[in-house]
């Protein structure tokens, strides 16, 4: 088991940036796959991105080019750097380890 805290979240304009963080209870090192979805008002929880152990990661179409997933297995931390948000990236955030998911962190882009 792993708890992990976002933190970052915020009111943004368009065009604007945020990053995310990540903080794990305890070393990341041996979580092969982390990630971070997010969930609008209405909609089903998403994949936002993947980050592997060894550097891989995958993004969704909606974010590809503007969003890059990291971590930092020093600090047991995870980062979501997103740039040019859009309001349609508007959602709750939630950073995942594979079967731990933490409380989520609100990004609301204004028009």
């Known amino acids: 088991q792993v708890q992990l805290v976002e933190s970052g979240g915020g009111l943004v304009q368009a065009g604007g940036s945020l990053r995310l963080s990540c903080a794990a209870s305890r070393s990341i090192f041996s979580i092969n796959v982390m990630g971070w979805y997010r969930q609008a008002p209405g909609k089903q929880r998403e994949l936002v991105a993947l980050?592997?152990?060894?550097?891989?990661?995958n993004y969704a179409d909606s974010v590809k080019g503007r969003f890059t997933i990291s971590r930092d297995n020093a600090k047991n931390t995870v980062y979501l750097q997103m740039n040019s948000l859009k309001p349609e990236d508007t959602a709750v955030y939630y950073c995942n380890a594979p079967t731990n998911w933490g409380q989520g962190t609100q990004v609301t882009v204004s028009s």
């Open positions: 980050i592997i152990s060894g550097g891989i990661t």
